[in-house]
Every structure is written in structure tokens, then in C-alpha cells.
């Protein structure tokens, strides 16, 4: 069984301040990893994944995500957020290797851009 | 390329009815997996369709109920609600299996 850790629930920072959010994950296999966005009454995008190859992953919007093998994690970066990014983030993994799309997702971490 | 469409975006509901939500994939995408979201019980996977056959399913009673369509669309069914329904459901498509997922705006579903 897999399980996805998000240890922060609220991040506060002020605007063009740099922001990580953490998202550690247990599995018995290898997995492949998301991070999601979701906005008000909206769905969830896709910001970036990391599938295989280089560990640093870019994604949209100016994120990037670091996957660490050997801490189990990927964390989530950005160099100086913007009002627009206040919304809540999802990690997520799943491992394909049964097959299908099973995703489980994290518990979430609103981040509140503040001017 | 249009994006996963769920229809209807709102639903209220009482107890004991049963309901059904629809789900458009986006064009040429043949997986369609639903999730329910919940302040308490956060994103839990429901199941998965893929050409018309549920492929993998979460641990949710037999009350939740799902089937996908030869045009890849899908339906999910609820019977016999219960207040605990009350939720955001969401739909995602993907190409195929083992592929990764863009979801749709979502259903909020309230049970009164």
C-alpha cells in the first residue's frame, strides 16, 4: 500500500517570497509522482510529475519539485510566488505497477499569498 | 482540445434518493477514473474504467456504482444516499492506463 505525507496544512508567505511545500510518500515499489493545484470551485491541474530520469522536474507556472529516492520525498519549490498562486497543492503518487490509475493523494497544503 | 466536462456541477439531493453523474473524457482518451473529495476524508480514489470494464476499484461500499460507455464517457451512481455523501466528485481521463490524469471541474453533490 502506498501513503502520501503532506506535513504542512497552511503556508503563509508574503508575495515574491520563495516557498517549498513538502510531501513525503511511503511504497513498497517504485512509484511515479504528481503535484497537483486546485483553485476555488475548480478541479485539479497538473503541475508538474516526475515518471523517471532527471530528478529535478519543472512544471508549469514556475514550480519545480525535487524527487529524493533515499528520504522518499518531493518537494515542491518555487522561487518567488505571486498573489495567483494561493490555492490549494496535492501531492500524489501512484505506481502503475498493477496497472490502472490509481492515484492517492496527500491531505493538501493551502498556500496563502499575502501582499 | 476540449477538457474533461462533468455535468451537472451542482446537486442537491436527500437521503435515501440515488443519483447519477456523468463524465466526458477528453477526446481520445479511453481511461476515465473518479475520486471523491471531502473536507474530512480528503481525495479518495473510487474506481476505474477502461474500455467499458472497471479495471480497479477503491474501498467504497456497493452503494457507489460506476460504468463507461463504447465512447469512453462514463457514468457513476449513487443509491440510497446518505448525508456523508455530500461531496465534491471528480472525474479524470487519461489516454491510456499507467498514463497520467487531467480531471474535470468536478460535481458538488449535497445530501440534505
Known amino acids: 500500500a502506498q501513503s502520501v505525507t503532506q506535513l504542512d496544512s497552511q503556508v503563509p508567505v508574503f508575495e515574491e517570497a520563495p516557498v517549498e511545500l513538502r510531501c513525503n510518500y511511503s511504497?513498497?515499489?517504485?512509484?511515479?509522482l504528481f503535484w497537483y493545484v486546485q483553485y476555488p470551485n475548480q478541479g485539479l491541474q497538473l503541475l508538474l510529475k516526475y515518471l523517471s530520469g532527471s530528478t529535478l522536474v519543472k512544471g508549469i507556472n514556475g514550480f519545480e519539485a525535487e524527487f529524493n529516492k533515499s528520504q522518499t520525498s518531493f518537494h515542491l519549490r518555487k522561487p518567488s510566488v505571486h498573489i495567483s498562486d494561493t490555492a490549494e497543492y496535492f501531492c500524489?503518487?501512484?505506481?502503475?505497477?498493477?496497472?490502472?490509475?490509481?492515484?492517492?493523494f496527500g491531505t493538501g497544503t493551502q498556500l496563502k499569498v499575502e501582499l | 482540445k476540449a477538457g474533461v466536462t462533468q455535468t451537472p456541477r451542482y446537486l442537491i439531493k436527500t437521503r435515501g434518493q440515488q443519483v447519477t453523474l456523468s463524465c466526458s473524457p477528453i477526446s481520445g482518451h479511453r481511461s476515465v477514473s473518479w475520486y471523491q473529495q471531502t473536507p474530512g476524508q480528503g481525495l479518495q480514489f473510487l474506481f476505474e474504467?477502461?474500455?467499458?470494464?472497471?479495471?480497479n476499484k477503491g474501498n467504497f461500499p456497493g452503494r457507489f456504482s460506476g460504468r463507461q460507455f463504447s465512447n469512453s464517457r462514463s457514468e457513476m451512481n449513487v443509491s440510497t444516499l446518505e448525508l456523508g455523501d455530500s461531496a465534491l466528485y471528480l472525474c479524470?481521463?487519461?489516454?491510456?492506463?499507467?498514463?497520467?490524469?487531467?480531471f474535470g471541474p468536478g460535481t458538488r453533490l449535497t445530501v440534505l
Open positions: 474504467y477502461f474500455s467499458e470494464t472497471q479495471r
Open positions: 479524470a481521463s487519461s489516454l491510456r492506463r499507467n498514463n497520467e490524469q487531467f
Open positions: 511504497s513498497s515499489v517504485s512509484v511515479y
Open positions: 500524489a503518487v501512484s505506481d502503475f505497477t498493477g496497472g490502472g490509475n490509481k492515484l492517492t
